[in-house]
């Protein structure tokens, strides 16, 4: 998104913007939510579809008097950008199955003579990915052993044993 919206380099990965202290167009790029598709405990092994809540905010000024240009005009614009310049790749690069432009929230705010407005767009980012995996706390599992007693006593003498083992 660097250097394809008027905000130029001005692009953050942060929720926290400095918005009044920065040249404006500013953007702010980061994360609140994700969930979690229930599904994917049918699966073997675990796969996990997961969506993840994208935020992109982005702080804009008028240039001149309030009444010369009208703030909504740099919004929607800076919107257009920000959304071509995001759904070039829908994949990501590979790591997402799906992205898709979920809401976009607008506020005007009036400071002295001059307008600023802020745009917030949320983007659903579709992914999967294998449950977690804690490696070191439990073993692998190779081998089942199964012991039945016959007549429902515990005689050692009367019982049946399988064992499996997985290669």
Known sequence: MVGHTDAGDRVFRTRVLPARRLKLPSISVYTLSESVNPDGRL??????????????????RSSTSKYDEPVDDIMDSI????????MV????GGIASDLYLRSTDTEVVEI??????????????????LASVYPGVIGDFVTA?????LSGSQNITDRTEDRVSVQ
């Open 145 to 149: 052993d199964a012991i039945t007693n």
């Open 89 to 92: 790749d829908p994949q990501l």
């Open 112 to 129: 002295g003579d001059r307008m600023m407005g802020l745009v917030v767009m949320t983007f659903g980012v579709e992914y999967c990915a």
């Open 43 to 60: 699966t073997a092994p675990r796969e996990d579809t997961r969506i993840l809540d994208l935020t992109i905010e982005a702080w804009v």
């Open 79 to 86: 919107s257009l950008q920000i959304e071509r310049s995001v």
